[in-house]
């Protein structure tokens, strides 16, 4: 069986999505392994930054946001607009996985997305640093990764591993999102 081209007459699809965690954890340099035209110097994002790309069949809008502490109270502006979260995960840092874990509860129980259904990629980032890095299955047992998807039927989760540095895990995640996206939309 032969790989369908697209038409180029029909329209990719458009998603908006966030894309927030905990600074340092990696989200501008995923975001840019699937943008064309992001520098190849990667600077913490102040506020957030807005991207844009085509991949997968879909126009992606991506409201990349910052990750420290002041900053995190504006990811719920967002909320209103997105289809789907990409909420990044540093897996080298023991340190502050607590606070992911509550960043990431507090993002789940906000209004905008309480009631209505969305897709939700975990990137499970700087899983190749070594020994000191927390296991996927540490890191969901943390987040508590299985009582949420009982209790909250309305999030389509998927829990991808990935090195933001190399770029692996990165296409996998995305194209998961913009699968999930479709289905659910």
């Given at each position: 069986m032969g790989v369908m081209a697209s038409n180029p007459c029909v329209a990719p699809r458009q998603a908006?999505?966030?894309?927030?965690?905990?600074?340092?954890?990696?989200?501008?340099?995923?975001?840019?392994?699937?943008?064309?035209?992001?520098?190849s110097v990667i600077h913490p994002t102040p506020g957030m930054a807005l991207q844009h790309f085509i991949k997968y069949g879909v126009q992606w809008r991506v409201w990349d946001c910052s990750g420290t502490g002041?900053?995190?109270?504006?990811?719920?502006?967002?909320?209103?607009?997105?289809?789907?979260?990409?909420?990044?995960?540093?897996?080298s840092d023991r340190d502050r996985i607590s606070c992911a874990k509550d960043e990431l509860e507090a993002l789940l129980l906000h209004p905008d997305f309480r009631k209505r259904?969305?897709?939700?990629?975990?990137?499970?980032?700087?899983?190749?640093?070594g020994e000191n890095t927390m296991s996927a299955v540490e890191i969901e047992t943390i987040l508590r990764l299985?009582?949420?998807?009982?209790?909250?039927?309305?999030?389509?989760?998927?829990?991808?591993?990935?090195?933001?540095i190399k770029g692996t895990g990165i296409e996998e995640g995305f194209r998961w999102?913009?699968?999930?996206?479709?289905?659910s939309g």
């Open positions: 908006s999505v966030v894309c927030c965690g905990l600074d340092n954890a990696g989200k501008s340099t995923i975001l840019s392994h699937l943008c064309d035209d992001l520098p002041a900053s995190r109270g504006m990811w719920s502006l967002f909320y209103p607009h997105a289809a789907g979260v990409v909420f990044v995960v540093d897996a259904h969305f897709s939700l990629l975990l990137m499970l980032n700087k899983m190749d640093l299985k009582h949420l998807q009982v209790s909250q039927r309305n999030v389509d989760l998927h829990v991808q591993s990935c090195s933001a999102l913009a699968d999930s996206m479709s289905s």
